[in-house]
């Protein structure tokens, strides 16, 4: 099993442009959320869903967009890049809601 | 805003010797969390307590839970140069369970000197 797998890796971008990462994960888990990890901030929660076709905002939600059409991805959307979007983005998993979640090894963005 | 505070903010030790990490939250929770991250990659989950547990064993990891302190600490024992890494404790804030959501704090960062 691959887990949970973020594409890209690394990404620069230019302000106001669009990307989406992707998150895949092949364990038929139901529960999916993304945060991203700023320098002395821990993890913030972005987006979550609690199965396909279901998504709730979480901490910082503002200038992303996410949709759940399959069990297996989770793609977020950056609408128009600003640079304090800069972070490193991990997507997590897991099988049920008290469950512990497995997570990606996230995507390095830059926003210039 | 940050549920969970971890102190030390960073802890240098040597091989062999224990490390303790100490988390603080402020609302109530169902369970909490400890997940390690080394550079560079994603978090790996160690271990869950939950609210009515007061103590949790795994391997070299032990793991306390006060919840009338709103406080947790997480002992390594017997330490080793490969236990470098960031260590981040998580909480949930749903009712029921909802570890979808995690709340984390700002991490320890752990060095452990051969």
């Known amino acids: 099993n691959a887990g949970v797998t973020q594409t890209p890796k690394f990404q620069v971008l230019k302000t106001g442009q669009s990307m989406t990462l992707q998150c895949a994960q092949d364990m038929n888990h139901e529960y999916m959320s993304w945060y991203r990890q700023d320098p002395g901030m821990g993890l913030r929660l972005i987006h979550y869903?609690?199965?396909?076709?279901?998504?709730d905002q979480g901490e910082v939600p503002n200038g992303y967009n996410v949709s759940r059409s399959t069990t297996e991805d989770f793609p977020l959307r950056l609408l128009s890049a600003a640079p304090s979007q800069t972070s490193v983005y991990f997507c997590?998993?897991?099988?049920?809601?008290?469950?512990?979640?497995?997570f990606g090894d996230g995507t390095r963005l830059s926003i210039l | 805003s940050q549920q969970g505070e971890e102190d030390p903010q960073a802890l240098s030790i040597q091989e062999g010797e224990n490390a303790t990490m100490n988390c603080s939250y402020k609302t109530s929770i169902n369970n909490l969390q400890w997940y390690r991250q080394n550079s560079g990659r994603g978090l790996v989950h160690l271990i869950l307590i939950r609210s009515n547990e007061r103590e949790k064993h795994s391997g070299r990891l032990r793991v306390t839970l006060d919840t009338s302190k709103k406080s947790s600490s997480l002992l390594i024992t017997a330490s080793r140069a490969a236990d470098t890494a960031s260590y981040f404790c998580?909480?949930?804030?749903?009712?029921?369970?909802?570890?979808?959501?995690?709340?984390f704090g700002k991490g320890t960062l752990l060095t452990v000197n051969p």
């Open positions: 997590a998993s897991s099988l049920i809601s008290n469950q512990p979640q497995h």
């Open positions: 869903s609690v199965g396909a076709g279901i998504t």
């Open positions: 998580a909480t949930d804030r749903g009712s029921g369970g909802s570890n979808y959501k995690l709340t």
